[in-house]
């Protein structure tokens, strides 16, 4: 059975001052839940702040990018060696705003996702599709490719130590959701790609959704077979809204 996580992406948000609150209420909420991981991912500024709130409290600390080099003169990067000796334990990858803005190919989120595993992170690759490609029905298409290329480069054994997003970019920060059955579809078509290759990954992986989730839509989607949890971006900088949505998750064990 997979244990349930929730992660909340705080983006390009917070100040030191507003994370005190936040952190801890998410901490101490966090505390009482059975049956599900709560991750944070703060900017990198921050990280180390934020390490600092959770200690004691099980929280686990996502960064939300890694260098695609190992240490040296890259000026303005962090190397995933950089994020663990930060205290981080995960790190998002092929975020679908890291694609659109700042070009970030298939190849290269592919050389991040061995180069977090490489530092002894969990990898949250991030897949999905944008508006147009649903419309013209590329949907699976497009998100077996994401998938795919971090199987060719890293092999199907790597997604013992990751999780996957499936975050339809059409929902990200739009208010608009995907319908449980609509996340539920591509959840499975992942997991069975996954599962001809190897039916113990499969069974195993976390496949999280991502796409507005919040408070009054997260336990309908946590009700499906396939979404072990979810990528939370606007609504984690809400301490009520996110500890709701982890409570959710608890529930729906
Ligand atoms: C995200 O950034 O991964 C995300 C899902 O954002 P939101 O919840 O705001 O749609």
Known sequence: MRRKLVAGNWKMNGRRATNIGLVQAVSDAARELEGVDVWLAPPAVYLLQVAE???GGGLGLVAQNAAREQDGAFTGEISAEMLADAGCRAVLV????RRSLYGETDAAVAEKFARIQAAGLVPVLCVGEALAEREA?????????QLGVVIDACGIDALER??????????I???RTASPGQAQEVH???????ARYSGA??????ILYGGSVKAAN???LFAEADIDGALVGGASLSADEFVAIARAASSAR
Not at 94 to 97: L, R, T
Not at 188 to 194: D, I, T, Y
Not at 201 to 206: E, F, N, S, W
């Open 188 to 194: 499975a078509v992942l997991r069975a790609e996954v």
């Open 218 to 220: 997260a336990a309908a």
């Open 201 to 206: 990954v499969a069974a195993g992986l976390r």
């Open 53 to 55: 709130l959770m200690q």
């Open 137 to 145: 029905e590329q949907t699976v298409a497009v998100v077996l490719r």
């Open 173 to 175: 920060g739009t208010g």
């Open 94 to 97: 092929g975020h679908s705003e």
């Open 162 to 171: 990751a999780v996957v997003a499936y975050e339809p970019v059409w929902a």
